[in-house]
């Protein structure tokens, strides 16, 4: 087993009462995981994915269940052929009260030194001058923009998502 960046996180965030049902109230921005896999235990709820018809549904918690949310890493592995979904979290609307929503995240993320291309590639595809970044390069290059941006802001989405045009990447080991 080699290093990576999987990181397990205990999150606390402080729900209002969403004050009009037709605005919700977004706690954290549309955004996709840029590991592999996210595994999410939370008893609340807030979670909604966008719909290819592009309404947003809610992701209801079960007891004793996780969610589990591909990341953008098996998108680049597998060429695309899984999806990761955008996903927010935002203010569930049956509540009524001020709470704080907890939530355990594992982000599972590929061995720091996985070369980030596809893992079903021709020989013949393989023969580019195009640099391939490492696991750990470019998910470095995917927190750094993460970082920066404001993920209260929907069209912040955008923004993220295309890391893979930033050749600028500074790792340190």
């Known amino acids: 087993m080699q290093p990576s960046g999987d990181q397990l996180r205990l999150t606390k965030s402080t729900m209002h009462p969403v004050q009009t049902q037709d605005i919700p109230d977004v706690a954290f921005g ?9 595994i ?11 719909a ?23 998108v680049k592995l597998t060429g695309g052929i899984m999806k990761s979904n955008i996903h927010r ?21 590929p061995e720091n030194d996985i070369p980030m291309k596809s893992l079903l590639s021709s020989e013949k595809e393989e023969q580019t001058d195009e640099h391939v970044f490492t696991a750990q390069e470019w998910i470095a290059r995917r927190v750094k923009n993460f970082q920066t941006e404001n993920y209260k802001n929907e069209e912040t989405y955008e923004k993220s998502r ?12």
């Open 30 to 38: 549309a955004h996709t995981d840029f590991g592999s896999v996210t």
């Open 40 to 50: 999410l235990f939370n008893r609340l709820g807030g979670l909604q994915v966008l």
């Open 52 to 74: 290819q018809n592009g309404e947003w549904f809610n992701v209801e918690p079960l007891s004793g269940h996780a969610i589990v949310n591909l990341g953008d890493a098996m």
């Open 89 to 109: 979290v935002v203010t569930p609307p049956e509540l009524n009260e001020i709470v704080d929503r907890y939530s355990i995240v594992y982000f599972s993320r």
């Open 162 to 173: 295309g890391t893979e045009n930033n050749r600028e990447v500074n790792v340190s080991t």
